[in-house]
Every structure is written in C-alpha cells, then in structure tokens.
C-alpha cells in the first residue's frame, strides 16, 4: 500500500527525521490562511496529495510568496486533474493540498530504503544528484548511484551510515545529522515492514538535513501486525477494488471490455494475456482462490459485472482439487440470482470436467462453453465485437 | 531419480492438525506420499490421519527420521515455522504458506545462510507455493495429482494453477514429467529459477524443461544466464502478464512491474536471446515441447 506524502512526513516527524515546517493538509482554500500561519513565515509551497512522482512538473508543486499568490495558486490547484508522467496518460483529481514553509536548499541527496529481492535483504540506494527520478539518474548516471545491504537483523550500524555519508559528500559539519537520518530511516523501514521508503530530495540546509518529499509503500502481506497502518485508506483502489478485497478477493482494474474471473494469480495473468493475444482486451485481473464456490463465484460476478466497461465474461477455473462440477454448480447458482445481461463464456478444466460441463448445458442459463483457454478467448473477443 | 522429492521421501507436515493440513496430508497420503508424522505445538502424543503428532519438528525427526518438511503453518507463523525445521534436521523444506511479510523471508534467508555456511546443504521451495510433486513417487503439496503422469519433462513455476494447466497440456499430448516444482508467487523465494534448473541438469531423468515465469523482479533474467552458460537440456519458457499494468501488484506479492524493471519484455528479450524456446500463447505450451521432442521419439 502506497502512503501519501503528507501520512509518510508523519511518520518520518514522529521518528524525529527533520520535515519542512508542517501547515497541515487543506481540501478547501477556506482553510488556507490558517494553514499558512502554522507554517510560519513566506514563502510557502503547496503540494498536491496524489499518488505520483513527477508532480513538480507536472504543475502539483508551487511556490507562493504572498498570500494572495498562496490564494489564487490553491484555488487553481484544488480540483485540478494532475497528469504526471508516472500516471500512464489519466488524470488523478487534486482532491488535497499539503501546506508547508520553505526550506533553505544547499544541495538535494536522494535516499531510500527499498527490499532488494535479488540480494533477499533491504539495500539503501542513494544518489548526491538528488530531486531527479531514481529511474532517470540511473539511466542517465548509473556511476552515481550508491547501493547498500542492510542486514534485516541489525539495521543500519553506524559506521555504515558513516560511510554512505562520505560517499555522498556530505559535509563533516553535517554528517552526525545525516547519520541519524539514515539510521532512522531504515530503522522505520524494517519496524513498519516497508517496501519501500524513499525521501527525495533530502536536502542539506546551512544547519542541517530535511526530508523534503517522502515516499512510504508497505508490504501488505505485514499488515497484521500495524494495525494503525491497515486502519488508513488505500488511495490507490478504486470502490471495485477495495470492495473486492472486503470481499477477499484479489482485484485489480483494466482499460478494457472483457471481464474475467479465473482462479490463482498466475492463470488470471495467462488469461488476460490470451485475450489480448485473440485481439480483444482485459476488463479487469480477478483471482476468485482456491475455493471457488458458489457464494465466491456470486461475488466475484457482481464485482465484474458493477464496471460498466464490461460488455462480456470470461470465466477460466483449472478445477485441481475443488471439482468442476462444484464449480459448475457454483456459477449455475450465482447466475439464478444475478441477471446476466452480456455473454459469458466459461471454460472449465481438470477434475470432473465432463460432468461439469453437464450441468452448465441442462441448466438452461444462456452461456457460451469453451474448450481449451484459446478457444475461450477467441469466443468472448467474438462476442464483444 | 528425478529432483527434491522420490518415493523414499520421508515427510513431517508442520501444521498437519489443521483444516489446510488435514485436508491436504490427506491428499498426499491418497497419492502415495510418505508422510510419516506431523507437528503441531501442545498436540504431541496424539496421533491424527494414523500419524504420531509431535510439539516441535526437532522431536518429529528423531522420532521417525523424517528429513522433507511440508508446511501449512498460517502467515504470521511460518517463517518461524520454516526455521524451526531447518534447526529440527530437515534438509527440504516445502512451504506452501501464502501471505507471509517480505522482511520475514529476508531473515529466513539469512538463517539459511547461517546454516549452509555450517556445511549443511538445505533446499527450501515456496513459500506461497503448490509445492513439489514427482509424479507416480510423491506428491508433497496442493495441486491436483491425477493431472500428472511420470516422464522425462522437469517443470518450474512461479504459479499455481497456471502450472496445473501447463501439465495438463504436457499429459494429454503423452508428455510426463519428471518432477514439477512450484516456487512460489512471493518477491523473496527459497528456491530460484536458477536452483531448480540447476537441478533439472544434473537429474539424468530429466531431458527438458518447461519453466513457466511471470512478471516482477529478475529472477527469470537470471535463469536465462544460467541457461546460456551452464544448461545442455532444452527449455520451453512462458512469461504471464504481457497485459498487466505497471505499478500494479497482480494477485502474488512478487508479481509487479516496478519502473523499467521486472516486465515482460525485459524477461523474455533475455530468455530468448539466451537460446531459450518462448511460447506466445498459453493454450500452445504442451504443443510446442511435443513438437520438439517428436524427432527423437521417432
């Protein structure tokens, strides 16, 4: 789950990582005033609260010397649509704004922790060319880009934190406070099991380091043991999404017109893929588990069915241990109770197949039966056209 | 002899009192599988599926000399549960497990380390994971065992029922496998691409593979350089998740495309320019190692 700005700042703050002075986070401009003064003296930035990188240039960041600047800048801000290059051509809607002081910029560091799956353990990567995007400073100077192991156990010692210091070039009049930062940083990582925190630019001010933007993603398999973090929104799930995972279902939402339901993960990917292979295009990703019932099957449907993009179904179930003629069953009984109104086209595999596909044709229920997976696509792309 | 797992495998299921454990140990017990006790803390001296139940595994292998462990052992538990069986004496740990923290493997991993650097050998497969099966031998997992028939074709996979459905084609088109080993969908796995292929190429049951990756970080990247410098045996590769969005987690916690890294073109550019055979279409997967293979069955 990805945090935003302003919850990440939170969380450094109460670690004790320096963070701009703090004005708070507006939804309307009637708020704005008393924001600013909390923030303390001009200038003051407003940032937009969306999921994205890139917002900067993208018209989400802006610096206001007066308070009418302040005024203006925020009604034009709240409310806008944001298109940054990490939000792949749609728009995210500036629903928030957080308010802070200026900070005086020496020079910008980029720091992050992130869980390295090739070394199975965190690693700090770190870069002195800080405020550009990770992904551009290491295809445009990968020789400047610092990587570091941490041991899970241990945490960031001390003289390893001394170390990316020196390497950064941090001066020697701020390294102790750079340490700290890096220390509590990834301490904060490995008590909130993160994926990834990330503060760029963290930048060195005359007297010290600040923590200009910050970054959180947490791993959500750890969610149970941060029940203040699994208590926060996810920004990022659309209602069908966070619907489907109340549901215990794992959902993500496509730009296409093909709904699928399909169990595992890996078969659910194969599936959108053959569609896409037959010429149409994906709906959705749906893995309705291991035990697809008909009270699983009747959820998974109306959560397909409530994106109005979807024109037909696809269900693929590789029946392994739960049999096709409970599946067959299951979605016979989902289907007297929903009305289907587009083509659903089902294709069952594995144990029992026969008798599943039996019961399916004396239902009566009008659906299209598929043979092998490509077969299922080609016909679901078919009735769709 | 095929890999990981034959007939003499001799297995102790940590959660084997469950609901998951029962129903699966019962599963395995149908199919042939030595099970030859099981562990669940506080039920030691009881006896569940005609099976002596331990507290702890340490007592379970030196109660019965079972050496594999299987485990079924909920999130919060099973990273302590896979140490647990590493301390305990077992040097194959098949964790089926979906769901636990990512920092949680990390420390397994270390932990693991600890021990082999001792001199230890250990193979740990998932976790979130079908399993392993040898099919006709032993069947140490979820997945469904009639869709398997014993032969010559090694499978490896990052998914569950996506591999059932890569088998099913291998057996209906009279390819069986030597042994089919499911790695798991998480970002930190016990057991490589690598690993597994390695192993396939030392097995002289073995003759080729099918190794059946997806989307998210870069372990099929490494296999594809392992295969160019070190493979002899042909292997047939699959990719899921061509249509997936970046930035999205699609179902398994490994299965996501972060930036520039991790995609589906990344992983099959190096695969086949590695010499590794790709299939497009997951419906053509059984179809394209049948027609390789029928020169030298004629």
Excluded at chain 1, 61 to 81: N, Q, R, V, Y
Excluded at chain 2, 15 to 40: D, K, P
């Amino acid at each position: 789950m990805k945090l935003l700005e302003h919850e990440a700042k939170e969380i450094l703050k109460a670690r004790g990582i320096p963070v701009p002075p703090n004005g708070g986070v507006i939804k309307t401009t009637a708020g704005l005033a008393a924001a600013m003064k909390r923030a303390g003296k001009a200038p003051w930035v407003l940032k937009a609260q969306v999921l994205a990188g890139g917002r900067g240039k993208a018209g989400g960041i802006k610096l206001a010397k007066t308070p009418k600047e302040a005024k203006a800048l925020a009604k034009a801000m709240l409310g806008m649509d944001l298109i940054t290059h990490q939000t792949h051509g749609h728009a995210l809607k500036v629903k928030e704004l957080l308010v802070e002081g200026g900070v005086k910029i020496e020079r910008e560091i980029y720091l992050s922790v992130v869980m390295d799956r090739r070394a199975a353990a965190p690693a700090i990567i770190a870069s002195a060319q800080g405020g550009m995007e990770i992904e551009t400073l290491a295809a445009e100077h990968p020789e400047a880009i610092i990587r570091m192991t941490v041991d899970p156990n241990t945490g960031l010692p001390d003289f390893q934190a001394r170390r990316l210091a020196f390497a950064l070039k941090v001066p020697a009049d701020r390294v102790g406070a750079f340490v700290k930062v890096a220390k509590t940083l990834v301490r904060a990582f490995l008590d909130l099991d993160c994926s990834m925190l990330e503060i760029n630019p963290l930048v060195l001010t005359p007297t010290g380091v600040v923590a200009l933007d910050a970054k959180v993603v947490t791993d959500d398999n750890a969610l149970f043991r941060h029940p203040d973090l699994a208590a926060k929104p996810d920004h990022e799930a659309t209602a069908l999404e966070t619907a489907a995972k109340k549901a215990d279902i794992s959902y993500v939402g496509l730009d296409g017109n093909i709904g699928c339901m399909v169990n595992g993960a890996g078969l659910a990917m194969g599936t959108m893929d053959t569609i896409a292979l037959a010429g149409g295009s994906p709906a959705n990703f749906l893995d309705v588990g291991g035990g697809a019932n008909e009270e699983r099957v009747t959820k998974a449907l109306n959560i397909i069915l409530k994106d109005k993009k979807v024109k037909a179904v696809l269900v693929n179930i590789f029946g392994g241990i739960v049999k096709c003629d409970m599946i067959a069953a299951g979605v016979v009984g989902a289907l007297k109770k929903i009305k289907l109104k587009v083509p659903l086209v089902v294709r069952l595999q594995g144990t029992n197949v026969e008798q599943g596909k039996e019961i399916l044709a004396k239902s009566g229920i009008a659906l299209i039966q598929a043979d092998d997976l490509w077969d299922a696509a080609r016909k679901a792309v078919e009735a769709v056209k | 002899m095929a890999i990981i797992l034959d007939k003499d495998s001799k297995i102790v299921v940590q959660g084997f009192t469950g609901s998951q454990g029962t129903f699966h140990s019962r599963q395995c017990l149908e199919y042939g599988t030595r099970i030859v006790a099981g562990v669940t803390p506080g039920r030691g001296g009881t006896t569940h599926l005609d099976r002596p139940v331990f507290d702890t595994v340490h007592d379970a292998v030196r109660g019965t000399d079972a050496f594999v462990s299987l485990i079924f052992v909920p999130a919060p538990f099973a990273a302590d549960a896979i140490m647990e069986a590493v301390d305990g004496g077992c040097s194959t740990v098949i964790c089926i497990t979906e769901g636990i923290p990512v920092l949680d493997m990390a420390r397994v991993k270390r932990f693991l380390s600890r021990a082999e650097s001792s001199g230890r050998e250990i193979t740990l497969v998932g976790p979130n994971c079908p399993g392993v099966i040898t099919p006709g031998q032993c069947k140490a997992g979820i997945m469904p065992g009639f869709i398997h028939k014993p032969g010559s074709i090694g499978v490896v996979s990052r998914s569950g029922t996506l591999t059932y459905e890569a088998v099913d084609q291998l057996t209906k088109r009279g390819l069986g496998q030597s042994t089919v080993v499911g790695i798991g969908g998480d970002p930190i796995a016990g057991s490589s691409f690598t690993d597994i292929l390695a192993k396939f190429e030392a097995d002289p049951e073995t003759e080729a593979v099918v190794m059946i990756g997806e989307i998210g970080g870069s372990a099929e990247e490494e296999a594809a350089r392992f295969f160019k410098e070190k493979m002899s045996k042909p292997v047939f590769g699959f990719i899921a998740g061509k249509s997936a969005p970046e930035g999205r987690r699609m179902g398994h916690a490994g299965a996501i495309v972060e930036g520039a890294s991790g995609t589906h073109a990344s992983k099959v550019k190096a695969m086949r320019e590695a010499g590794i055979t790709m299939v497009e279409n997951l419906s053509e997967i059984g179809e394209t190692v049948a027609k390789s293979r029928r020169p030298l069955a004629a």
